[in-house]
């Protein structure tokens, strides 16, 4: 038996033990002593580590996964010719060269194979090879590019045509006239904002040639831009910065408001369920922090069943009401006025990443301290294209 597997099983029967656990030792008010729930929440706290130990696992395994591919592609067929040659920033000249730049090994050949991703900023734009690789770690650090929508823009505005109203069929009479009823669209336009971090390597490190440099930059990079992306996807005002689905304007709609500053019942999480419409429900999904699960995972329904339900099978994720629930620091926490809980179908939220991610090397501004900096930069928007595709669950104020 797999370790993952192993895990998943261990928390099932601990989430098990611990819900037997809290039925038995309810008084007959229905309360549970301080002593005995104090013995449940650290019974809880078991369940949500493994859960975590989990997630951890199932990350490095994708990890090792892909760092195990071949590098190079067995020949299982017979040659058909000459291997198309591929150009521009996809050629392997363009990428030998770009990575030399960034090790500062200049010559000739280099400067003129740059010449093709000069960006306006004197920097390099990055490999197209390269390029993809930043997108899969992305994928990895930030959830919400797991749900939503990906486009790539080349330049200016995108402009996404969206239906506002539809039109209607209409009962006539024989030989009567048919009442004219068009569909309204509107617009919704995707634009680029900058998004920026300093990298610094020292040059011992730099220069050793055990040291992958591809590597280091493509996960740190992914690292800090995928934080700050995930940031603002979820709460991001639309100044400087993408539209989050929590903002008040341009984000997700109020599908419930709950009676309580400080707690979510059974009822009001159904009624989140069905305030969303049911085309959306198929592609569902929950979006919560971890806190807000802490205070799921204690509700029941009418049939004393809990709501919260743990995965026992290796890559699918815990569900509420059957829908899996996914976590984010970004969400915010259960408070007065605040949007606790996010339920719909993510892939309406539309995220435009601006063509040519760039890299510049910078040799002069930590050379005191024998560093060499890379100023990366990455342009991207991201928009929720209908706002009834995802409902909210908000605190009573």
């Known amino acids: 038996m797999s370790l993952n597997l192993e895990l998943r099983e261990k928390r099932a029967k601990a989430w098990e033990a611990a819900k037997a656990f809290l039925n038995a030792k ?16 650290r019974m809880e706290a078991e369940v949500f580590n493994l859960g975590k130990e989990i997630e951890l696992l199932e990350k490095q395994q994708a990890i090792d996964l892909e760092l195990s591919k071949p590098l190079n592609a067995p ?14 920033r996809a050629s392997n000249d363009y990428r030998q060269a770009f990575w030399k730049a960034m090790k500062n090994k200049n010559s000739f050949d ?34 919400f590019r797991q749900l939503a ?12 045509p969206v239906v506002a109203s539809k039109g209607t069929a209409s009962w006539v009479e024989e030989e009567g006239n048919i009442p004219e009823s068009d569909d309204a669209f509107g617009q919704v336009s995707i634009g680029a904002y900058k998004l920026a971090t300093m990298i610094k390597v020292s040059e011992e490190l730099l220069n050793d040639s055990i040291f992958n440099l591809e590597n280091y930059i493509a996960k740190e990079f992914a690292r800090r831009i995928g934080t700050k992306e995930e940031e603002a996807f979820f709460i991001g005002n639309g100044t400087g910065k993408p539209t989050g689905i929590f903002n008040a304007t341009g984000g997700a709609s109020l599908g419930v408001t709950a009676a309580s500053t400080t707690a979510i019942t059974v009822d009001e999480v159904i009624d989140l369920y069905h305030s969303l419409g049911s085309p959306y429900r198929k592609n569902a999904v929950f979006v919560m922090n971890d806190a807000t699960v802490k205070a799921i995972r204690k509700l029941k329904d009418g049939n004393g069943q809990y709501i919260w339900q743990p995965s026992i ?4 994720p815990d569900t509420i009401l059957n829908r899996p629930v996914k976590t984010s620091a970004f969400v915010p926490t259960i408070e007065a006025a605040a949007k606790s809980i996010a339920f719909g179908d993510f892939s309406y939220y539309w995220i435009a990443d601006r063509q040519g991610r760039s890299f510049q090397r910078l040799n002069e501004l ?17 928009k929720l294209i209908l706002a009834e595709a995802i409902k909210v669950l908000q605190q009573k104020a």
């Open 26 to 41: 309810r008084g007959p008010d229905g309360l549970v002593s301080p002593e005995n729930k104090e013995i449940y929440e």
């Open 313 to 316: 099978a290796v890559g699918q």
């Open 75 to 88: 020949i299982v067929n017979k040659p058909t010719g000459a291997v198309e040659e591929k150009t521009g």
């Open 149 to 160: 929508k990906v486009i790539t823009t080349a330049s200016g505005d995108k402009k996404i």
């Open 110 to 143: 280099v400067q003129n194979a740059l010449q093709i991703g000069t960006d306006s900023e004197g920097g390099y734009l990055v490999p197209d090879e390269f390029e993809r690789t930043l997108v899969e770690s992305l994928v990895e650090e930030n959830i």
């Open 366 to 382: 930590f050379a005191a301290t024998g560093q060499v900096g890379f100023r990366a930069t990455q342009r991207v928007d991201g």
